[in-house]
């Protein structure tokens, strides 16, 4: 039930920079993890990095050095800083809030687009 709701997509040069931010209506520290997944078009939603509450992080590889996933527990936010863009990291990235055991919640999406 919670609402999730995602900012700071656009449109930038491959090598250019973003970051996206994740605003949760509740206590992001009531979820065991936090992630940033993204979808192409034809293709599947993917994982991208997550925080879990502990702090733990974990990036997919093709974005690891790159990408860093960081949290404000008194905003509850979470947020994604995207260094060295590439235009394959051109998608929707989607916000991700998950009890283990439960479906998540997902946010609407945010729209990156990386020009050659």
């Known amino acids: 039930q919670v609402q999730l709701v995602e900012s700071g997509g656009g449109l930038v040069q491959a090598g250019g920079s973003l970051r996206l931010s994740c605003a949760a209506s509740?206590?992001?520290?009531?979820?065991?993890?936090m992630g940033w997944y993204r979808q192409a078009p034809r293709q599947q939603r993917e994982l991208v990095a997550s925080i879990s509450r502990e702090g733990v992080t974990n990036y997919r590889d093709s974005v690891k050095g790159r990408f860093t996933i960081s949290r404000d527990n008194a905003k509850n936010t979470v947020y994604l800083q995207m260094n060295s863009l590439k235009p394959e990291d051109t998608a929707v990235y989607y916000c991700r809030a998950t009890v283990y055991g439960s479906r998540g919640s997902w946010g609407q999406g945010t729209q990156v687009t990386v020009s050659s």
């Open positions: 509740g206590n992001i520290l009531s979820f065991d993890v």
